[in-house]
């Protein structure tokens, strides 16, 4: 029985765990003890880690397409392959796209990057899971001037208000539940503002109910109550502004009502207080604005930096922090930084010895649609672009697609190439958790087949592509990625491969706080009696690493068994209103378009409110016409 | 000449000393011809039962690793069965696990938890591929001298001192051990060199010792039988497990982390030319536990399955048919579970008929 | 014998559909000396694999009089389902059991009985109806009611037919909703003990069916005045390992898979979680 110490894949937290092999193979998951954020804890899904690789369709062999199928090859000739593959598409003048992964390691990624920006020398490099996260990112980082938001997980222990916007957090960061719920137990009082009843909200000393699906609202109703004159900001010393002026001026006037009001209070008076913002809790048009909200109300209270004060941005999946930091993003360098910062370019060039491609390109979804070249490292498309499945045939267009992955997906069986590579647990590299620990995960066992690390992969590749990119191991590939990602550059030596990585540096905050109007403009109303929402955005039960996982997988299954063509919830309330029984199929029509589905009648989700899956968004996406709400008339069938 | 208070029935004659600075070389000993799993300090610093390779690593101070070893006799993933397909038809055959092991340096609780493990895969119909790799395991105890931080063993009955399913105790006097055999293995394997004879003092020693570890958990933390009566006549109120229901994240941690739980699903997993079948670690908190087939779910509410769990880890039917309660006290649930439904916490509510969460 | 956990390996000898989505399957153990001293009792089940997709239990639909083979009635309503119903005669799959408690067939001699089956309840009845009739003359009075959807999702049509010719038995059939061609009775099982003449002191009373079918069967049986002893059921619960280890079918301290799946309905009323 061999044991490593690695970090949990699922949700961000980054818990440490100790992952088992015996035989070669993948037996067991136990929490680590001294873990700082884990403490002995695993969730469900850190319980089963061990899992996906193991009882996963695993890739085996190096996959090409010969007529219809996909027959085995040599490592030798899918790299030529793919060099011909992609060198074509480049010759015939369309554009090549290389999609990073939430999935994958920040070494994957960073290898992403330099896949297009030196060898390849395009823009055309994203992840298809950044789209939600960048508003929210950019919105807080408008505010604190910060890529990232202050604060640590453990933050949550002390403060004593937490405000809480949600999709559900005991299912997507339960490790994040748990330390609110011990705040609360310890006396803490927590506010959930959402849509619907979760688990959260039954701890929660107030819960917000939000109608028409927008936390905007709640936001800039805190604002407004802390502003308006007679609420002492915690301990803050915020220096007045003209955007301090400005932000006042623009929320004068708006009406609060007294629960919103109250939970400001109690924000805004305690020592320690946190926000917690889960990446699927503000709707897209709303995200922007809503996280600069945040941001501002935590500044405003002296919230904003203050130790025990955290504002905590919950990315949805695996590695998505550490994929935006290595730079996997379209418009911009690794680190975010600009396209004119000359030391990074220099360094770039240095290191890379040729010009980087300084362009803008294509984002995921614009290269999923329009690349004819693509290289998935690590994705299953369906599960998480917009189209879903339907996606997938957009892909047939497409003259060279490669994959890299370790699980048979129907991206991989879609590919002209398919490259397998090591999961879980059988590769070393480096995973970025929410609150910005740099952590390794480790190989306890051999990567199936000819497998390989994804790492090595890349690297063969960018040299095969005419940049010379060899690393003996993957320390070297750490000294170029600690001179190339800024993040990087503040991990000491041999910081990585003590038991907890590193946790990067808070930054600083303070008198770079930029405060500015609130924009209170017009949505599109809700027309419709039902406002139509999508669930939580992430849906695990289509992640290679849950769908794999036999334990994991089985709601899932049920669940998907039982509504095969999706369903939506309503609160009993509106069921007894249209005369429907559980199970009973209703008509959904927007401006957008209309389906009919089963309903499920949930005591969480509130009056006037029909939630939809997203996981069968293929099926009922239409009625929101790619919005994240959309106005319904529901009837009866 | 027996002590007085010989509670145990033990004969005095079976009491040995191992001198401390001969320990290391008898570990050594062991290893020749077994796999030796002690605890000892691993990466993060977490305290782990792990194979030796280095005697001097064995960590015998105190606290407990919190993986009990009952991964050593119910692994997470355990294969049971070797399905293969060739040409002609398919053979099935049993798997086993014969490694010779010693498990060194656990404590009583844990003893405790491999007994009962064992008794429930010997009852009824016997898993003898489950005895067969358990006999072939043995179990090294240290008695606990003082209590550990979160543990509650003298609520069960399952410690400081070991009870049973161990074949050798040590208890620690200072410069040598006290090691009694338990078994007919453990008597065997104390009988010779290095180990020599105790005397009486170094036995009135070890059972003060044990008195004054008793003494130190005082008025101990879980009251068991109070919790056991309420919950087997069904005097839990239904509102005090729906109160506990949003304090429980449904991780799974208390049954994996439990010395005493077993609950698994057999599932096949893909080999070439075949599969092996796998007893894997379930959990009756997760929902999809008795999920059956046409989509009913007898216990589709968390609250439901909070009950069923400490039905059967406290209460007087289960005792009366396993001879043991479902608990060795050992404080692990309450170091990992993500919520605060731990077992001392749930037991003190159903005393007092309230949950503060 | 042999492990716990070891299936028997048996192949597939006939087939036979009873309904668009229900499949008698005849089973042979691979081994004939094996086959030949495998006994079970009706009302127990087997433990079947599908190779590669794993196990699950099925209620033994044939007599242990006609040892020939082995038969369990499966509809496909899941991943293994579907699978063993695109097997073919001569594919192999496992075996293990036989599981449970069964009916008590003893304590069945001499009394009337009166079997009450709905849908895909019928197949566990069916093996100890052929016991009783094979050994007709030891048991009192037999009256076979069953019903299902449509006169399509009947099962054992063919046997239907039979035990309708026989004059050594009562058989009433009907279905929810008719069909064209049907000229038989049509409403829920219940309405057919109107059509009977039941004998509560004398009669043990087997009910399989949806759990729906067997809550309003046996409150109207209770009405009509059977002892609680004398109304049999089979408990339907989620199972992994069917010999009582893994806890999946656990209800209080009682275990589906070894004090069940065959409860009369006092020992039901007593289960409490």
Known sequence: ?????????????????????????????????????????????????????????????????????????????????????????????????????????????????????????????????????????????????????????????????????????????????????????????????????????????????????????????????????????????????????????????????????????????????????????????????????????????????????????????????????????????????????????????????????????????????????LVVVAEDLPAVIQAGRAGLDVLANHRFVVVLDSFATATARAAHAVLPVAA????????????????????????????????????????????????????DLHREMTDLVPLFAEIGEGQLDESWGALVSRPATGPEVRLRAVDLGRRDPVEGPCAAVFDEAFDWGSDPSVVHAPTLCRDHVARRKLFPTGFVEMNKVDADRLGVKPGWAVRLTSKHGEVTVPVVVSGEVAPGMARLPFSARDRVGVVLGGRGRAGVRVERV | MRPANDVHGRDPGASRL??????????????????????????????????????????????????????????????????????????????????????????????????????????????????????????VTLACTTPCTLGFCVCCDAGPFARDGHDVQLVDLGDRFLAEGATERGRAMVAEAPFRPATQVDVVKRDELEREAERHFGDESAHLGAAM?????????????????????????????????????VKDRCQDHGWERCRTWDSCQYSAFTLEASGHNPRERRKDRIKRRFFHKVSAQYYQRDGAVGCVGCGRCVQTCLGTTDMPAVVAAIRKGVWHG | MGDLFLPEVA??????????????????????????????????????????????????????????????????????????????????????????????????????????????????????????????????????LYGARTPTDLVYKDELRMWAERGDLELLVTVDRGESGWTGNVGMVPTLFDKTDLRPATTLAYVCGPPIMIKFVVQDLLMRGFAEESVISTLERMMQCGVGKCNHCAIGHCYICRDGPVFNFKQIRELVE
């Open chain 1, 1 to 373: 029985m061999t044991t490593v110490l690695t970090t949990c894949p699922f949700c961000t937290c980054g818990c440490g765990l100790h992952l088992q092999a015996d035989h070669g193979h993948l037996i067991g998951s136990a929490p680590s003890e001294h873990h700082p954020v884990g403490q002995g804890k695993l969730c469900a899904r850190g319980w089963h880690a061990h899992e996906a690789p193991t009882w996963g369709q695993r890739l085996t062999r190096p996959l090409l397409r010969r007529g219809g199928e996909q027959v085995e090859a040599s490592w030798a000739e899918a790299v030529d392959e793919v060099f011909r593959g992609l060198s074509g598409v480049l010759a015939a003048g369309d554009s090549v796209g290389v999609l990073g992964s939430a999935r994958a390691t920040n070494e994957e990624n960073f290898l992403a990057v330099k896949l297009v920006r030196g060898a390849l020398q395009t823009g055309n490099v994203d992840f298809c899971l950044r789209a939600g996260l960048q508003p929210v990112v950019d919105g807080i980082a408008e505010v604190t001037g910060d890529p990232w938001p202050p604060g640590r997980l453990l933050d949550l222990e002390r403060s004593e208000v937490i405000l809480l916007f949600e999709g559900n957090l005991a299912e997507t960061h339960p490790r994040a539940a748990s330390l609110v719920a011990a705040a609360v137990k310890r006396g803490a009082r927590l506010v959930t503002v959402g849509w619907h009843r979760t688990h959260m909200s039954r701890l929660a000393a107030r819960h917000l109910p939000v109608d028409s699906g927008a936390g905007y609202e709640v936001i800039t109703g805190f604002l407004a109550a802390v502003l308006s004159g007679d609420q002492e900001a915690g301990t803050g010393t915020v220096t007045p502004d003209p955007g301090s002026e400005a932000l006042r001026a623009s929320l004068a006037g708006l009406s609060v009502d007294d629960p919103v009001r109250e939970a400001a209070t109690w924000y805004a008076s305690a020592a320690r207080a946190s926000i917690v913002v889960s990446e699927g809790a503000l709707l897209p048009d709303e995200a922007r604005n809503g996280a600069a909200a945040l941001a501002m109300l935590a500044a405003v209270t002296g919230h904003l930096g203050r130790a025990g004060s955290a504002l905590l941005l919950l990315p949805s999946r695996g590695n998505q922090r550490g994929a935006l930091e290595v730079g996997v993003r379209p418009d911009a360098l690794p680190g975010g930084l600009p396209f004119d910062d000359e030391v990074m370019i220099a360094k770039l060039r240095r290191h890379w010895s040729r010009e980087p491609s300084l362009v803008t390109g294509l984002d995921a979804e614009a290269m999923v649609a329009g690349c004819r070249g």
């Open chain 1, 424 to 475: 879980f647990g059988e590769t070393d590299g480096t995973t970025t958790s929410l609150d910005g620990r740099v952590q390794r995960v480790r190989a306890c066992v051999s990567p199936p087949g000819i497998a390989r690390p994804g790492w090595q992969v890349l690297a063969e590749l960018i040299s095969r592509f005419g940049l010379p990119c060899t690393y003996g191991s993957i320390g």
């Open chain 2, 18 to 139: 191992l001198a401390k600075s001969d320990l290391v070389s008898w570990i050594r000993r062991l290893m020749d011809d077994a796999e030796v799993i002690a605890p000892a300090t691993g990466a993060g610093g977490d305290l782990m039962f792990a194979p030796v390779s280095d005697p001097e690593a064995v960590w015998l101070g105190p606290g407990n690793p919190l993986q009990p070893p009952k991964q050593y006799v119910l692994p997470q993933t355990d294969p049971i069965v070797r399905i293969e397909r060739n040409g002609g038809g398919v053979q099935v055959s049993s798997i086993s696990d014969e490694r010779t092991r010693v498990i060194f340096g656990m404590r009583s609780c844990d003893a405790r938890g491999m007994a009962y493990l064992r008794r429930m895969q010997a009852t009824d119909l016997p898993d003898d591929a489950y005895l067969r790799r358990a006999d072939r395991v043995t179990v």
């Open chain 2, 229 to 265: 009566r309420r919950i087997s006549t069904r005097r839990v109120a239904e509102e005090l497990w729906e109160a506990m229901s949003p304090w429980c994240f449904e991780c799974g941690g208390c049954n994996f982390i439990c010395p005493t739980c077993y609950c698994f699903s």
């Open chain 3, 11 to 144: 192949r597939i000898a006939s087939m036979r559909d009873e309904t668009p989505d229900t499949r008698t399957f005849a089973l042979r153990l691979r081994d004939d000396r094996r086959h030949d001293s495998f006994s079970f009792r009706p009302g127990q089940f087997l433990e079947l694999s599908v190779f590669g997709f794993g196990e699950a239990p099925f209620c033994f639909a044939s007599s242990p009089t006609r040892p020939d083979s082995i038969e369990t009635t499966v509809r496909r309503t899941g991943q293994l389902t579907n699978v063993l119903h695109t097997l073919a005669v001569g594919d192999e799959v496992g075996v293990r059991g036989p599981c449970g408690n069964g009916f008590d067939v003893e304590a069945a001699r001499g009394k009337d009985l009166l079997f009450v089956g709905g849908g895909i309840g019928l197949p566990p009845l069916r093996g100890l109806i052929w016991n009783v009739l094979d050994e007709r003359d030891r048991f009192g009075r037999i009256q076979i």
